[in-house]
């Protein structure tokens, strides 16, 4: 069974910083790019933050770049995926969710929103002003 528990959101200031987790078991993950995706109200889901299955490359939305990191550790039967995000903005307020790529070994992680899957059941971001 593919799952996908993410957690580390919570409540920040403007300037501060969160971490986010993402546990990928159940599928062999080690070999897919992973990402993180946020969805705000009334709003679609977004890619934030992508990673390669080795974690050589990644991928940054422009809104995020020189504030957000992205990482990833590899293990037989669990993969951590993380994000590390600081000079948090209230526009960074929305729920983050953490996607599993469907293609395998892929070099560059692809930005297209609909090439992953597994979602868990997200972790709120709240960043107030």
């Known amino acids: 069974q593919v799952q996908l528990v993410e957690s580390g959101g919570g409540l920040a200031q403007t300037g501060g910083s969160l971490r986010l987790s993402c546990a990928a078991t159940?599928?062999?993950?080690?070999?897919?790019?992973m990402a993180w995706f946020r969805q705000a109200p009334g709003a679609e889901r977004d890619l934030v933050a992508a990673?390669?299955?080795?974690?050589?490359?990644?991928?940054?939305a422009d809104s995020v770049k020189g504030r957000f990191t992205i990482s990833r550790s590899n293990a037989k039967n669990t993969v951590a995926v993380y994000l590390q995000m600081n000079s948090l903005e209230p526009e960074n307020t929305a729920v983050y969710y953490c996607?599993?790529?469907?293609?395998?070994?892929?070099?560059?992680?692809?930005?297209?929103?609909?090439?992953?899957?597994?979602w868990g059941q997200g972790t709120q971001v709240t960043v107030s002003s």
């Open positions: 996607g599993a790529g469907k293609i395998a070994l892929r070099v560059v992680p692809t930005q297209q929103g609909g090439e992953y899957d597994g």
């Open positions: 159940g599928r062999t993950f080690s070999t897919r790019g």
């Open positions: 990673i390669s299955w080795s974690g050589d490359s990644t991928y940054f």
